[in-house]
């Protein structure tokens, strides 16, 4: 089959288009034939090997040269080709999504997925959209209704409400009830309000901390502004949720950790609660979340679409801060 391989960290040029071996599912595993996948900032944090930090803090997922797993990629949407022998969910035939978690292997035309972590395909979406679901879509739900509790009519900012967490979380602030402020440039501004926002701040024009508005929430999804800016704009009691994948810079050392290392530290010390997201792949959120889209309350934004050979050209994309919503990769 083919698939994009990676033998050694570095920039999308070291990642290459080859043929590999067909995955074969273990006994609770089951082989999706791989129609979609979407790009998420986990990818190029992965294949750039940065920061170097998380090479000693993961040592399951990153090796020292080079990621412990060869084929990029986790966001899934596809059908199920065949399954283990264990496995009493799924049959062949059956349309599903997934993140396939740590083990990576979504950039490919077959990946094997843990069929807990499988959940069924929203019937209102294509391949290409459900494959921009799972990473992103959950990780705005585990960040809002999870980590920040947030309830009916809080007043909620989003820093970053245009990348692929921050359109799934203006959707779910909304569903939830929040008054939702979303932070996004010029070119965004329409997109952001098509989703549900109910306050827009084009930051080329306007900074959200020289503003009056304090929130009861303040969700960070970039990771470019410092902690005592984001607590200036919170409540005394507010939440400030923390989860900014960054933008490539080349490398770094610590990169957006540094920004939850040090909100770790200042915890005990400041009134809010400062939180980070953690998110783990989950078939149940998956299934929560095509409810909601199958409701018609989420709806997958989706900026641009590559084929699989051009994965590299996918990831330079996103890694640089122009993609907005979802990047999408359809086999």
């Known amino acids: 089959m083919k698939a994009i391989v990676q033998d050694r960290y570095g920039s999308p040029d070291v990642l290459t288009f080859s043929d590999v071996d067909e995955p074969v599912p273990a006994a609770n595993e089951v082989l999706v034939r791989v129609r979609a996948s979407s790009v998420n900032a986990y990818d190029w944090h992965l294949m750039r090997g940065d920061p170097a930090l998380a090479r000693l803090a993961s040592p399951a997922v990153f090796g020292l040269r080079a990621p412990k ?16 022998a264990n496995v009493t969910q799924w049959k062949p035939g059956d349309e599903v999504y997934c993140d396939v978690g740590d ?9 094997c997925a843990p069929e807990n972590l499988v959940a069924t395909k929203p019937a209102n979406l294509t ?31 989003i820093n970053g409400a245009t990348g692929g967490v921050g359109t799934y979380a203006v959707q779910l602030g909304k569903a939830f009830g929040a008054h939702v402020t979303a932070v996004c440039r010029t070119r ?21 901390a020289k503003t009056r508005q304090r929130y009861d929430i303040v969700l960070d999804l970039v990771g470019n502004r410092s902690l005592t800016t984001l607590r200036s704009v919170a409540t005394p009691e507010a939440a400030v949720v923390l989860s900014g994948g960054g933008t490539s810079k080349g490398g770094s050392l610590v990169g957006p950790m540094g920004l939850f290392l040090w909100a770790k530290l200042s915890a005990r010390f400041v009134p809010q609660r400062l939180l980070e997201i953690t998110v ?26 590559y084929s699989l ?7 330079r994309y996103v890694e640089n801060e122009h993609a907005r919503a979802k990047v999408v990769i359809s086999v």
């Not at 083990?103 to 990946?111: D, K, P, S, T």
């Not at 990780?139 to 999870?146: M, N, Q, S």
């Not at 929560?288 to 900026?303: N, S």
């Open 69 to 84: 797993r060869r084929i990029r990629g986790r966001d899934v949407a596809g059908i199920v080709e065949a399954v283990g």
């Open 103 to 111: 083990a990576n292997g979504a950039f490919a035309e077959y990946v």
């Open 127 to 157: 391949f290409e959209q459900a494959a921009a679901v799972p990473i992103a879509a959950n990780t705005a739900l585990i960040g809002l209704r999870d980590v920040a509790n947030v309830q009916i009519g809080q007043r909620l900012l």
């Open 188 to 208: 965004n501004v329409e997109l952001v309000r098509s989703l549900g926002a109910d306050h827009v701040v084009d930051y080329t024009h306007e900074d959200f």
């Open 280 to 305: 783990a792949p989950s078939g149940e959120s998956l299934a929560e979340l095509r409810e909601l889209i199958e409701a018609g309350r989420v709806t997958p934004a989706i900026d641009r679409q």
């Open 309 to 315: 050979s051009e994965v590299p050209d996918a990831i």
